[in-house]
């Protein structure tokens, strides 16, 4: 029996061609219509980066040629060439004086001081209104000596307070004294009147000398 089906089975295949292909039809059931997803919108923590740490910048330090500036050149208007200054001094204190000196090559000497006083001037006050009475003022003194191009010697001293400036020097003018003499009043001598005299006469009247 079982022989038999083998052989019938056998039978048929043999009988199919070989370019033979069942036909598949797809099932015309509707496509599934599945709703859209809905995901929740994801939340993520901020991230926290560590501050980065950078090396300070190690800059070399700029080296710069030292600057060369020519020469000035002076006209010399006296026989002293090449002028230099050869001492000075400059104080200065917390009180409102100084003291200031210096002296140079071509035998040029300065010294002046100054120091506050307080003296008798003109003050205004905020409105612009005008007094006398008592400021604060600053006196100066000094001297200075100094070599003509002719080889002339000259000393000056000076003073300035609250009665002006003051200079000394034997190359000052000096003004001209004018020595006047006074004029006498004139003397005028007058002969006084004599009042007269009257006399009575014999009681009558008066005669008159």
């Known amino acids: 029996m079982k ?24 099932p015309s059931s509707p496509a599934p219509n599945y709703p859209a997803p809905k995901y929740p919108t994801p939340s993520y923590p901020a991230p926290a980066y560590p501050a980065p740490a950078y090396p300070a910048p ?20 006296n026989k002293y060439a090449d002028i230099t200054i050869t001492s000075q001094s400059d104080e200065r204190n917390l009180d409102g004086s100084t003291q200031w000196s210096y002296a140079q090559s071509d035998y040029t000497t300065r010294e002046e001081s100054q120091v506050q006083k307080k003296m008798q001037g003109v003050t205004y006050d905020s409105y612009g209104k005008e007094s006398y009475g008592e400021v604060l003022g600053n006196t100066n003194k000094g001297s200075s000596y100094w070599v003509s191009p002719e080889g002339q010697k000259f000393t000056l001293t000076w003073a300035a307070d609250e009665a002006g400036f003051q200079p000394k020097g034997d190359h000052l003018p000096v003004a001209p004294v004018h020595e006047y003499e006074l004029p006498v009043a ?5 002969e006084l009147p004599v009042a007269p005299v009257h006399i009575p006469f014999n009681g009558k009247g008066y005669k008159i000398y």
């Open 3 to 26: 022989l038999f089906f083998v052989a019938a089975f056998l039978a048929v295949a043999a009988a199919v061609p070989s370019s033979y292909k069942p036909e598949y039809k797809a």
């Open 186 to 190: 004139p003397v005028h001598e007058y």
């Open 58 to 77: 190690a800059y070399p330090a700029p080296a710069y040629p030292a600057p060369a500036y020519p020469a000035p050149a002076y006209n010399k208007d």
